[in-house]
């Protein structure tokens, strides 16, 4: 793994021990499960049998009678599973981010940075359903920032159903940059001819950005960039910035990644699968997710400080 020396030190600061004991809770926890299930699937038989006898004419309301108590009884034992994962997903968690400086809640409210980039059309605005979890604040390199993870979700309408479809799944970055700006800047995927649209709602919110051509020809190929001063634009997005900016991508896993620098802040929104996933039934899985968690964590907090240069 990338980070060794942090993943050692976390797990011989008594992570390790508390782990060990957690046994006899992931036991139980196992055994209410196949406990519930056992009973549960069995009511979920019976009472299929029951009505399919009474009901010979219709035999086919036993399966729904017994799928719907089947799925019930799935849902109930699989919560001590879930608790105890939580468990121990929150403590590792914890003791990580204790070792970097950093505070860690499973759960809170929306960053400002969330906010700012929300404003700045980076995620949607006014979804049907929001979810916020796995908050982290704190001092990532030299600079304070926040990091937290957000699923957006909105109604679509799909013949003569509605349904709620995932619009944003990801994370959302924040940090106050080293370099003094002024101005507004987005960058963002290029979306060719739909760049124009973008721009026409930006100045509709009342930014007056203008199309920047980058030096750097992969980025140039990748990303659009507007800003309300292209002198200060290419100061802050120099070459290697650019170089930077595509390895965080790669790092996290994700895609579609775009960001803003705007009222002193560098937000940075990717979408991304579940990170920071340390807690699990298991034993035998605890090495490799909790080693997940710190090379997620780790080469986000070594890109934001290399990103965030002195100037130069």
């Not at 017994?66 to 939580?86: E, F, K, M």
């Amino acid at each position: 793994m990338r980070h060794q020396a942090l993943f050692d030190q976390v797990m011989t600061s008594g992570l390790r021990d508390w782990l060990d004991s957690q046994a006899t809770a992931r036991e139980e926890a196992k055994r209410q499960n196949l406990q519930i299930l056992m009973i549960g699937m069995g009511i979920a038989a019976a009472a299929a049998i029951a009505v399919m006898s009474f009901m010979p004419d219709q035999a086919e309301y036993g399966f729904v009678v017994g799928a719907l108590i089947g799925g019930i009884t799935w849902w109930v034992a699989n919560q001590p599973i879930q608790a105890i994962s939580q468990q121990i997903k929150v403590r590792a968690n914890e003791e990580l981010g204790a070792a970097l400086g950093l505070t860690y809640h499973p759960n809170g409210t929306p960053s400002s940075d969330f906010d700012l980039a929300t404003r700045m059309g980076l995620l949607p605005s006014n979804p049907d359903q929001a979810d916020y979890s796995d908050f982290w604040e704190g001092k990532f390199g030299s600079s304070e920032g926040t990091l937290h993870e957000a699923h957006l979700q909105e109604y679509q309408q799909q013949g003569k159903h509605r349904r709620l479809v995932t619009v944003f799944q990801g994370v959302v970055i924040g940090y106050q940059f080293a370099r003094p700006f002024t101005s507004t800047t987005l960058v963002r995927q290029d979306m060719g001819l739909l760049n124009g649209l973008f721009n026409f709602g930006s100045r509709l919110a009342g930014l007056k950005l203008e199309a920047i051509k980058m030096v750097h020809p992969d980025f140039e190929r990748r990303f659009e960039v507007v800003s309300t001063d292209q002198v200060e634009a290419r100061y802050l997005l120099h070459p290697a910035f650019c170089e930077r900016l595509m390895e965080m991508e790669v790092a996290f896993n994700g895609h579609n990644m775009r960001l803003a620098f705007a009222q002193g802040r560098v937000v940075v929104v990717i979408e991304t699968d579940d990170m920071f996933e340390s807690g699990g039934i298991e034993a035998d899985g605890d090495d490799a997710r909790f080693a997940t968690t710190i090379d997620q964590l780790g080469s986000l907090i070594d890109l934001t400080q290399t990103l965030n240069e002195r100037p130069r």
